[in-house]
């Protein structure tokens, strides 16, 4: 995929969207781990031996159909091919498909960042705190 066709569906999903070349930027990184449909992709950011993911997005036509949860698992298999044992990710607490996600794939909440994150409407939430421990020979 794209840096243009991931601003495209990143902006369709979040108030503030990422720019075509924020996300070529964040591409050309070495420690950038990308995986991508056409109509979905995951974002990790990898220091071994741990990583970070960044985002993932599905496109909103194909949500509830198992691509989310696709992607985050070629994302963390690839991660472990590098050698990552540890993956962490904040998300917002009213996001409950990403809550969902992450907790049916084997995440945990770790802790809370209250009033993280605020909204277009002035509104603030709270950031929860995941972490997964990925087993060996995954
Ligand atoms: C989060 C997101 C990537 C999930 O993608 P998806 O393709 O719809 O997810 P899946 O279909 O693989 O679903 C994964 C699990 O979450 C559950 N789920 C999905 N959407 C849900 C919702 N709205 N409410 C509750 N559970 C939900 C599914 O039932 C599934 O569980 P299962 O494995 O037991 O069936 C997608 O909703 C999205 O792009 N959201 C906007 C961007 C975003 O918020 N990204 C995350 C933060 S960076």
């Known amino acids: 995929m ?4 991931m601003a495209r569906l990143h902006g369709a999903s979040f108030t503030r969207g990422w720019s075509e070349d924020e996300f070529a930027d964040l591409l050309a990184r070495p420690s950038t781990l990308a995986t991508s449909t056409a109509t979905g992709f995951a974002i990790l950011q990898v220091i071994v ?3 970070e993911v960044v985002t993932i997005v599905v496109d909103p036509a194909r949500r509830g159909q198992g691509e989310g949860r696709k992607l985050l698992n070629e994302a963390l298999k690839a991660a472990a ?3 990552v044992t540890d993956v962490f990710l904040e998300v ?5 498909a990403a809550l969902a996600l ?11 960042r209250p009033g993280y994150y605020r ?4 509104r603030h ?14």
């Open 49 to 51: 031996p741990e990583a």
């Open 119 to 122: 909204h277009a409407d002035g």
């Open 81 to 83: 091919g590098r050698g």
């Open 125 to 138: 939430s709270d950031a929860v705190l995941m972490s997964c421990a990925i087993p060996a020979g995954t």
């Open 102 to 112: 992450y907790e049916k794939n084997g995440f945990t909440r770790t802790g809370l």
């Open 2 to 5: 794209t840096p243009a066709e």
């Open 92 to 96: 917002d607490e009213t996001n409950a």
